[in-house]
């Protein structure tokens, strides 16, 4: 598969730097932001084949955030990324995510749901 | 129909008792589950350091020691959050019981910052360092601190502060909780609130003084018993 752009968002910022470089190790170019209006004025500036999502975050949740995204972007598949017990079958699911992860997030698995979805999105 | 509506009154303060204690560990838990994914990653990228170094190319020294300070930093945090998790929990061991209620609102308060962080909202604390002996129920005290955090966080705005006072005098305790709040508040059970209050405050005594004060709460330091 050709390379491709994700955005991951989260407030940690740890997480996300030590993430990006993970997965830049994997020949995935990443970017991050640590926060909704973060991650909106990034996909303004940049375009990306994927976004990854943590549910809850401080100011605009991850469910607002992908809501907008789903408005300006909806050619990008969403990715959620959440800490909670989780289901795609579940109720909360917020609409437009179409893969999510579990944290701690093994960074393999995140490579291949990304790929699925991009794959899936016709990249 | 209310499926609550036929319940008895200790059966409903029961499970709201319950729906509190589940509220704070679940978030206790979500901001646990971000150290460990944190620590996680910095051994996976440790583990991926070592799979690219070689005699000819070893791993810098201070990538080394960024990652050794983050994961230190994040078991000091996990520390941290084990910590009030553990005072919290203690809390129901006895329903009445003497405890220092400084340091009881200390812990609660960074408990709840969870809670307010979400929304861009600072509780401050200005209960003072030393001693404020009671004898009361902790757990009580901090489920009425819950609701009325959740209230004014409501209708909080980024930025906001919501400040918990805590006075205590020879014999008195006033406990101030000061945010944005509208008179009309579907989210709030008064009701039930003044029904926790009265259990464990006896004649207390709750007021508002000014439009953006949520509660104000005096009760004796021996009161309950």
Same mark, same amino acid.
């Given at each position: 598969m050709s390379k491709f752009r994700a955005l991951l968002v989260d407030d940690e910022k740890e997480l996300m730097t030590a993430m990006v470089e993970r997965l830049g190790y994997r020949d995935v170019e990443a970017d991050y932001a640590l926060s909704g209006a973060e991650a909106i004025e990034k996909m303004r500036n940049s375009d990306f084949d994927v976004i990854v999502i943590d &549910?809850? /975050?401080?100011? /605009?949740?991850g469910t607002e955030l992908i809501g907008i995204i789903k408005r300006d972007h909806p050619q990008v598949p969403v990715i959620l990324m959440t800490g909670?017990?989780?289901? &795609?079958?579940?109720?909360?699911v917020p609409e437009g995510v179409v893969e999510f992860l579990p944290k701690p997030v093994n960074i393999e698995e995140l490579i291949e749901k990304m790929q699925k979805v991009i794959r899936t999105n016709g990249l | 129909m209310d499926y609550r509506e036929d319940m008895q009154p200790d059966r409903i303060m029961l499970e709201n008792s319950l729906a509190f204690f589940g509220a704070v560990t679940a978030s206790i838990s979500h901001e646990l589950n971000n150290v460990i994914a944190i620590i996680d990653q910095n051994i996976g990228l440790l583990a991926d350091l070592l799979i690219t170094a070689s005699a000819e190319r070893p791993i810098p020294n201070e990538r080394l020691q960024r990652i050794s300070d983050s994961v230190q930093a994040q078991t000091d945090r996990g520390v941290r959050i084990i910590k009030g998790l553990n005072t919290f929990a203690h $809390?129901? %061991?006895?329903?009445?019981r003497e405890f220092d209620l400084n340091q009881l609102i200390n812990n609660f308060t960074s408990i709840a910052q969870r809670l307010a962080s979400l929304r861009k909202v600072n509780l401050e604390s %200005? $209960?003072?360092?030393q001693e404020l002996m009671v004898t009361s129920s902790p757990f009580i005290i901090q489920q009425v601190l819950f609701y009325c955090i959740q209230r004014a966080l409501n209708r909080a705005q980024p930025g906001d502060v919501i400040k918990i006072d805590v006075h205590g005098s020879d014999t008195q305790v006033d406990i101030t909780l000061t945010g944005r709040v509208d008179q009309v508040d579907n989210g709030w059970n008064e009701q039930y609130i003044q029904q926790l209050m009265q259990i464990i405050f006896g004649s207390v005594e709750v007021e508002a003084r000014d439009p953006e004060e949520l509660i104000h709460i005096k009760f004796s330091r021996k009161a309950g018993i």
């Open positions: &549910l809850k /975050m401080p100011g /605009m949740s909670h017990g989780f289901s &795609l079958d579940g109720e909360d | $809390s129901v %061991d006895d329903p009445i %200005d $209960s003072e360092a």
